[in-house]
């Protein structure tokens, strides 16, 4: 822990001022179990100069070699965390952790690349290009970017152009929320999701009725709930239902792929399930928050039995009708610890966990299909300074938690300890299925000859504590403070480098590289033949329309 205060104090110096000396840039990983996402073998692999060179049994090698045994563990490639926001500008304030707190923070839990959102500036994307460029200088860890999509004229549907052909950007996020601030309407959806899929750029949505959740606000604010649960309140499932249906419907309209990010309800859920079992290519990314915790679990007691009369009333009618105001017992938060846990869309009821982490498994449960391709974190975090910004209306406590460092733990125990999926499955979700659709594998989420060699040393037979105290953000608080849960990253090796090894953090500001994305990943494979059927459907009717006249 020292080294890395003593790192990061010095970062504009660069590693030689900080005394750290590049770990040997050839390195074999001995006798681990190498878990790739379709297959895992006993075999050691061998690195130089950042590459995975081989990846088979008994590899002989010189002297000038370090030499990792990994006997008993698994060799997995790093995590990717497909959702952050690092140094990032929101609500009156910016998050916690920037490029080099946040990823540091990544690669002491496993995680060896992330896409964070670049938010344009003043609508310029260009400008926001620059802005999230020299934010991300200190960068330790490889790094991609999304881009926000936050206002529609012929400047930006250029510049869109300009950020798949030039900066390997190759996907675009819109948000149905943040009314006032982010917040777009159906039509400029519309033009985005036709600009993307001319570009081969994939199409994300923040998935939650911006305008109901105004609405939502408002109606406590009258009712005189100003606490931090009349954000989750406010904004209950069904208008995350709502936006993540309109979403799926449009796109599907438009036949462009499309990604929903934070998936937090069961509402949610059953729209991707819907829409893929139909055909249509839509990928569901629930994050670590929404697997691991739930309302009871946050909240006072007495507020958890509030909270399910009115969940109960939920309907805007019966809610006015049937609930006298003078019969509201306002939850009082006596400290400030149940802020920490405000994020958009909210942590919802007990249930809406279990049913994230089914849509995640397969197999094992036999008759769940997969509807839920991949984990992030949306790593958003604020001290507890920050969320006190709120402490007398919930709408201005900034929205986000942590999870960058815990996600790869968390996964592992909520799915891969408790039977619900296998290792390769765990693989998969954690870092494969993200470089497949982010256009990136096999150079990231894999270990195999040739990919980068981003790998983590995982130890299923040790355990971990997670706490404030120990974790390596910058924030004062963990929403997962006091989980304890098995297994645990011993070692990670970001770009041929060991930068996690006996609980120690080795970073170096400035080594992280930004990694370009190209666009038209294999979810845009065929999509011009359907194109094509649906022509061909409106066609015909009006030569029989002819015919019969
Ligand atoms: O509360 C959240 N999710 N904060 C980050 C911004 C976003 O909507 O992803
Ligand atoms: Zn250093
Ligand atoms: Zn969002
Ligand atoms: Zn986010």
């Known amino acids: 822990a020292n080294l890395f205060q003593f790192c990061e104090a010095g970062f504009e110096y660069g590693e030689s001022a900080c005394g750290i000396s590049a770990s040997s840039s050839k390195i074999l990983i001995k006798g681990g179990t190498v878990v790739n996402a379709h297959r895992e073998q006993v075999a050691d692999v061998y690195v130089e100069d950042g590459i995975i060179v081989a990846v088979k049994p008994n590899i002989k ?11 008993g563990k698994f060799v997995m490639p790093g995590g990717i965390d497909p959702h952050t926001h690092l140094a ?24 060896t690349m992330h896409i964070d959102f670049v938010i344009p500036v003043n609508g310029s994307l260009t400008a926001g290009f620059e802005a999230y460029v020299k934010k991300a200088k200190k960068s330790c860890t490889d790094y991609g970017f999304h881009m926000a999509i936050t206002k529609w004229d012929e400047v930006v549907s250029n510049e869109m152009e300009i950020m798949v052909k030039e900066k390997g950007i190759n996907s675009f996020k819109f948000f149905l929320a943040y009314k006032g601030a982010l917040m777009i309407n159906d039509e400029l959806l519309l033009e985005g999701f036709k600009k993307c899929k001319s570009l081969g750029a994939l199409a994300m949505v923040h998935a939650e009725n911006g305008d109901a959740v105004y609405e939502g606000q408002k109606r406590m604010i009258e009712l005189g709930i100003t606490g931090p649960e009349g954000h989750a309140l406010s904004r209950p499932a069904l208008v995350e239902g709502e936006a993540t249906s309109r979403a799926i419907r ?29 055909g249509q290519r839509v990928i569901g990314e629930p994050i670590a928050a929404g697997l691991a915790l739930d309302e009871s679990r946050i909240w006072d007691p007495d507020f958890v039995t509030a909270a399910k009369q009115e969940s109960a009333l939920l309907s805007f009618f019966v809610f006015v009708l049937f ?8 939850f009082q938060p006596d400290d400030l610890s149940y802020f920490r846990y405000v994020m958009s869309p909210p942590i919802r009821a007990s249930g809406h966990d279990k049913a994230l982490q089914a849509a995640l498994s397969t197999g094992v449960l036999q008759d769940t299909l997969t509807f839920l391709q991949l984990v992030g974190t949306d790593h958003c975090s604020f001290n507890s300074t920050q969320k006190a910004l709120g402490i007398d209306d919930f709408r201005k406590i900034p929205n986000g938690v942590n999870g960058i460092e815990e996600r790869m733990h968390l996964v592992w125990d909520i799915m891969v300890e408790a039977g619900q999926i296998s290792v390769t499955d765990y693989v998969r979700i954690t870092s494969t299925e993200c470089a497949r659709i982010f256009n990136i594998y096999p150079r990231k989420g894999a270990i195999l000859p040739g990919s980068d060699a ?29 989980r304890k849960g098995k297994g645990k990253v011993e070692v990670t090796i970001a770009g041929g480098r060991i930068v996690w090894e006996n609980d120690e953090l080795k970073v170096v500001p400035g080594s992280g590289k930004y990694v370009e994305m190209q666009p038209f990943s294999y979810l845009f494979n065929g999509i011009e033949k359907l194109d094509a059927k649906y022509l061909s459907s409106l066609k015909a009717p009006v030569k029989r329309s002819k015919s019969t006249a």
Do not use: C, W
């Open 61 to 71: 090698v010189a002297d000038d070699v370090t030499v990792l045994d990994a006997t």
């Open 323 to 330: 609930l006298p105001s003078n019969d509201f017992q306002p």
């Open 250 to 278: 449009l796109a599907g309209f438009v036949n462009t792929p499309l990604y929903v990010v934070h998936v937090m309800s069961i509402d949610a859920v059953e729209e991707i399930a819907r829409a893929r079992k139909t």
């Open 88 to 111: 990032f500008d929101f609500m009156s304030t910016q998050t916690i952790d920037d490029f080099f707190s946040g990823q540091a923070a990544a690669l002491a839990g496993g995680t």
């Open 454 to 482: 981003d790998i983590i040393i995982f130890n299923p037979n040790s355990s971990l504590e997670i706490t404030a105290k120990s974790h390596h953000s910058r924030s004062d608080t963990n929403v997962y403070e006091g």
